[in-house]
């Protein structure tokens, strides 16, 4: 059965306090893995696909790497608006639909 | 329409009574999914539809759960006699196809009372 698991559940960082986030995730044939923030009473937003092991995406403050076993998102120096539930999800070769991890919920404070 | 659009967008039912949740994808995905989230759970699938039919049901939870997409756009997920373990926020999201990123709508939070 696929599996994915994020760590850590929560994360609570001073604005400028750069940090990561892990994915780990055990499923049969990666085709991609996703990453989404989503707002309290939001659905999620898409941030990012990774296909390959060693691929790197940025968007501003955000980097998401991505290995064999595992991804990370980086987030370098936060600002209070990066509060949110960061969800990772996978995408494997027989499955029709992404799974889901739990989340991280990141608050940045000032 | 520029995004998914899913209503009601809050539903408080009555044990045992049906409830119908519409979800309006973006115009032109053909992919459409129908997720759930409880309070402290990740994102559960509950069903996938490609076009009008339905490839992978494998989510749904009980024979209770039914859903349907017709012009190969909007979707209504029907539960009936809801049960209080049925309370969550029903996602939907729609995809140009299955190997891009997922367009979520705000989701509809379900109440069974």
């Known amino acids: 059965e696929d599996q994915v698991t994020q760590s850590p559940e929560a994360l609570r960082l001073q604005e400028g306090e750069s940090s990561s986030l892990n994915c780990s995730y055990t499923?049969?044939?990666?085709?991609?893995l996703f990453w989404y923030r989503q707002d309290p009473g939001k659905g999620p937003e898409f941030l990012f696909t990774l296909y390959s092991a060693g691929e790197e995406k940025e968007k501003e403050r955000l980097k998401a790497t991505l290995t064999k076993k595992e991804s990370f998102l980086h987030i370098t120096a936060p600002k209070p608006e990066d509060s949110a539930t960061y969800l990772c999800a996978a995408l494997t070769g027989t499955a029709s639909k992404l799974t889901f991890g739990t989340g991280t919920r990141l608050q940045v404070t000032l | 329409g520029a995004g998914v659009s899913q209503s009601p967008s809050n539903k408080v039912t009555e044990k045992g009574k049906d409830v119908e949740l519409r979800c309006d994808p973006i115009s032109g995905h053909t992919a459409l999914y129908w997720y759930r989230q409880s309070l402290g759970q990740g994102l559960e699938f509950l069903i996938y539809?490609?076009?009008?039919?339905?490839?992978?049901k494998s989510g749904l939870p009980s024979d209770r759960f039914s859903a349907e997409r017709t012009g190969g756009s909007v979707s209504t997920l029907t539960i009936q006699r809801t049960q209080q373990e049925d309370s969550a926020v029903y996602l939907c999201?729609?995809?140009?196809?299955?190997?891009?990123?997922?367009?979520f709508g705000s989701g509809t939070r379900l109440t069974v009372v």
């Open positions: 999201a729609s995809s140009s196809g299955q190997f891009y990123g997922y367009t």
């Open positions: 539809f490609q076009g009008n039919s339905a490839p992978d």
């Open positions: 499923v049969s044939g990666l085709r991609g």
